[in-house]
């Protein structure tokens, strides 16, 4: 059986903006973009958060519902450094990491030894050291598999320590709200609670078949994961050949729609993707589009920039090719081949659809 560690920072680019300047530590900040050049927010402390403040939401109207809101333009350098030190701290437990972001990582802690290999001692050692180290507090989850570690890590967060042991799973996942489970959207939650099932207990008590009949693909991962089964490994760092984000819309949205916010928010989200993996050299920029019919179309020009008025230009060719409602689009870069001298290592993504 599998021991897997999620460990998540909290709040994370708004924790190092308050250890560099303590003053803010009380007060509600955002890092984001300024409100007059449309920018969204990209997180928020805490004192933010009860506002109703999110990631992902304009700069303008996080500021319309806090007026005095103190907002921050992201340092990625400064982030991506602290998250090296993070992640260096993880590789004194492990070597099996799978970085999902920078403030977010897989552990894969089934052989190691420390502690005798209690999960729980070596989770309260890595919230300790890397609190001591870095001064960022961090939230970890500890549990047979990755779905469930990641959705322990979130329990009640910040600052969370939760360990689900294995007797322990089938008790947890009953209670389990459908919409914790990972690749259930606002949409696939409605539609699992026309069928009324609100938990876990209710998604065991569905047949295979109809779960298929109804989801697809999905449904076999649905029939799984009410079992508590994920057999995915943690995948330790690989090649990479691009870098690129994308975002499934809970409603299909039209190409002006799209320019309205969910194009900056890509962009936003791409540029700190670029920029964690240490601004590499790209030689093309590309486009995904999928279509309200699921027909997809890629794009992709060489020599061009990731601005995002080269972006835009792309997706109005792009959309030109079915001109229909989307309900996917994505951004992304080829990287420039690596020289034989300089390999190029960075690390894999887990690029899972957010609305
Ligand atoms: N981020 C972003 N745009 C988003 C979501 C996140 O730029 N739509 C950035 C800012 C976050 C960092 O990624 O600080 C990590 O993302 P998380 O989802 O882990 O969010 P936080 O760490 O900020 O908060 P939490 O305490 O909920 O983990
Ligand atoms: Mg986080």
Request: charged share 25%; aromatic share 8%.
């Amino acid at each position: 059986m599998q021991k897997i560690m999620h460990a998540d920072c909290d709040c994370f680019y708004a924790a190092v903006e308050m250890r560099d300047q303590p003053s803010l530590r009380n007060i509600p900040i955002a890092v984001g973009g300024r409100p007059e050049q449309r920018g969204v927010i990209a997180t928020c402390n805490y004192p933010a958060r009860k506002f109703g403040i999110h990631s992902a939401m304009s700069s303008a109207h996080a500021l319309r519902l806090c007026p005095h809101l103190h907002l921050i333009r992201p340092d990625f350098e400064r982030y991506r450094r602290v998250s090296a030190d993070i992640m260096g701290i993880f590789q004194q437990l492990t070597p099996l990491i799978e970085p999902l972001s920078l403030d977010e990582a897989y552990l894969d802690i089934t052989g190691a030894t420390h502690f005798q290999g209690s999960g729980t001692w070596m989770a309260q050692w890595l919230k300790e050291e890397v609190y001591r180290q870095t001064g960022i507090t961090i939230s970890v989850g500890v549990a047979p598999n990755k779905f469930l570690a990641k959705i322990a890590s979130d329990w009640k967060k910040p600052d969370v320590l939760f360990v689900i042991p294995p007797q322990n799973v089938e008790s947890f996942i009953t209670e389990l709200p459908v919409e914790k489970l990972p690749g259930v959207g606002p949409a696939t939650a409605q539609r699992l609670n026309q069928m009324n099932v609100h938990d876990g207990e209710a998604l065991k008590a569905c047949a295979l078949p109809d779960l298929i009949e109804r989801f697809g693909k999905f449904g076999h991962r649905l029939y799984q994961l009410a079992r508590g089964i994920d057999t995915r490994e943690v995948k330790v760092e690989r090649e990479r050949k691009s870098i690129s984000v994308e975002n499934t819309f809970d409603h299909d949205i039209t190409l002006e729609q799209a320019k309205q916010g969910p194009l900056e928010e890509l962009m936003l989200k791409l540029d700190e993707r670029i920029q964690r993996h240490g601004n590499p050299p790209s030689h093309k920029v590309f486009v995904k589009i999928r279509f309200d019919d699921f027909t997809s179309t890629t794009l992709e020009c060489s020599g061009m920039a990731p601005t995002r008025e080269n972006y835009s230009a792309l997706f109005d060719q792009a959309w030109l090719r079915h001109s229909r409602p989307m309900r996917l689009m994505g951004v992304g870069i080829r990287l420039t081949a690596p020289d034989n001298n300089r390999q190029l290592i960075l690390f894999d993504d887990d690029l899972s659809p957010s609305a």
